[in-house]
């Protein structure tokens, strides 16, 4: 996460975060293979949108 101060460069992060929280809130309970990552986009009401450039993202 960035500082308060800096913009934001987009909603890669958005679906980590997500995720993270509701771990931590122990909302979710999934079995997460090591080496994972989660790049995505959440709408308002919360849906996974697509992104453009996934591909560049994920390399």
Known sequence: MSSA???KNGPLFDLAMA??????????KPIIPEHTGFIG???????ILSLEGMPPAVL
């Not at 995720?19 to 979710?28: Q, Y």
Request: proline share 0%; no cysteine.
């Open 5 to 7: 101060e800096l913009k």
């Open 19 to 28: 995720i993270s929280i509701l771990v931590s809130l122990k909302e979710l």
């Open 41 to 47: 986009s959440l709408s308002l009401d919360g849906r």
